[in-house]
């Protein structure tokens, strides 16, 4: 499927039924596969031969919608994981364990900066954190002979920087690592991250990909490009795994090796699973991704241009606008657009961002991004408020953000009902 355009793959990728089976790729809802002899499904136990056992491991229905987000980001396989927060532990601890280390871009979603900084520091991984803009040779000085990889967003969640993936890409493979970057506000359509040489993808299907606010939902996307051989970093995927009868994943698995371990071993022992449901949900949202990122983008521009108008607000944060610091790397990475997300301060700090809120009619209150309907949220009260002063500055949020996800209505709606909140202040 890969030879096709992405909106075609939005549509047709991962499944293709032969005559006389279901056209929509159906909801395997069964937790188990029956065979007809104990050897068969030995060699299945053994990852001697390829088929179903148990749908912690594999089902026909996730492994369906896997396959098509593998075809849209250009990887040669992938694992859907229950959430977005799974999808970026799986994604590091794979390849990192107790002793290691991973250097991390400070502009990154909360829950991510939680997962590293605390739950994942629990477990004997540090990590460095640095600012996105960070030089080349600064960032080259962050890696320690430890180091395991290198983790950013491509448009950080709420922040908004565009990643340079090329320098990111750079040090990181200059130094024996691979780089594994969350795209899940771009999505594919607006960014494809292994042509720029990242290694790793992993995505919140929750948000675009989803795009109804139905199912939370992850998943990894492996480029198969990495070559974990070319040093002793990554014994795990080089060496014995005696969990699976000496198996070695880089001999056996080739371009899989990563994605191959992540299920036979983190699934297996983890399961994080998403259900069947939740998947065949995912796809509906999959198939009108290329329809809606584009609307979703042309309307945040609408926006995001009356809100750097109006003399109420003190600053926008857009990448598609002109004078965005960063407009050059969104015009270079993402040229057909960024997200529907856009990040503003009102005049009046905590106080007017809260009467703005409160006033709107159109737009909802809610802890969520990236889905059809309009909706906002103040990060420093909600999503990031176990953090310090000092830990939202350096994930470049600031008090008094409003991040505004703006939907797939008609922008003159939307713009008038962000006019009637603003007069309220
Ligand atoms: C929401 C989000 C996550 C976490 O995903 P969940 O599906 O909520 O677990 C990770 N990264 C980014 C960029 C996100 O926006």
Same mark, same amino acid.
């Given at each position: ?117 605390? +739950?994942? &520091? ?14 080349? =040779? ?9 180091? &395991?990889?290198?983790?950013?967003? +491509? ?8 990643? =340079? ?16 970057? =969350?795209? +899940? ?52 995927? +080089? ?72 003399? &109420? ?47 709107? &009619? ?64």
């Amino acid at each position: 499927m890969s030879d096709y355009k992405i909106d075609t793959n939005c549509v047709q990728a991962g499944y293709s039924p032969k005559s006389g089976e279901p056209r929509v790729v159906p909801i395997y809802q069964s937790t188990t596969y029956k065979y007809n002899s104990s050897t068969e499904m030995g060699e299945l136990f053994d990852l001697e031969r390829e088929g179903y056992f148990y749908t912690r491991l594999q089902n026909p229905t996730n492994d369906a919608v896997a396959a098509k987000i593998a075809a849209l980001e250009g990887g040669v396989g992938a694992v859907l994981t229950s959430s977005g927060q799974a999808a970026s532990f799986f994604a590091v601890f794979n390849i990192a364990q107790s002793g290691d280390h991973v250097i991390s871009s400070s502009a990154i979603y909360g829950g991510t900066f939680n997962l590293f900084s605390v +739950t994942m &520091k629990k477990m004997g991984i540090d990590f460095t954190f640095v600012e996105p803009d960070i030089t080349e =040779d600064e960032l080259s000085k962050a890696f320690k002979p430890n180091t &395991k990889a290198v983790f950013a967003e +491509t448009l950080s969640n709420p922040s908004l920087h565009v990643l =340079d993936i090329e320098k990111f890409a750079k040090a990181a493979h200059s130094h024996g690592v691979p780089l594994i970057v =969350d795209n +899940t506000f771009p999505t594919p359509v607006n960014c494809r991250p292994f042509e720029f040489g990242a290694d790793i993808v992993t995505h919140s299907t929750t948000k675009y990909m989803d795009g109804h606010a139905t199912s939370v939902g992850g998943v990894i996307v492996d480029s198969g490009n990495f070559d974990w051989t070319q040093n002793d970093k990554f014994s795990g995927l +080089t060496t014995p795994d005696d969990s699976y009868h000496g198996i070695v994943y880089t001999e056996k698995f080739g371009k899989l090796a990563y994605i191959t371990k992540c299920v036979a071993q983190l699934m297996r022992d983890l399961g994080a699973i998403p259900s069947a449901f939740n998947s065949f949900l995912l796809n509906v949202g999959l198939e009108s991704l290329a329809v809606r990122v584009p609307k979703h983008c042309g309307n945040a521009m609408k926006v995001a241009e009356y809100l750097h108008d109006n003399d &109420k607000v003190s600053w926008v944060s857009y990448p598609g606008l002109k004078d965005d610091p960063q407009h050059d790397l969104a015009v270079k990475y993402m040229p057909g657009g960024t997200s529907g997300v856009i990040a503003f301060g009102v005049k009046g700090g905590r106080a007017a961002a809260t009467k703005f809120m409160d006033s709107l &009619k159109l737009a909802a209150i809610v802890t969520h991004v990236a889905d059809a309907r309009t909706c906002c949220l103040h990060p420093a009260s909600t999503t990031h408020r176990q953090l310090t002063d000092e830990q939202l500055h350096e994930c470049g949020v600031s008090p008094d953000l409003i991040r505004l996800s703006v939907g797939i209505e008609n922008p003159e709606d939307i713009i008038a009902d962000i006019q009637q909140a603003l007069d309220q202040i």
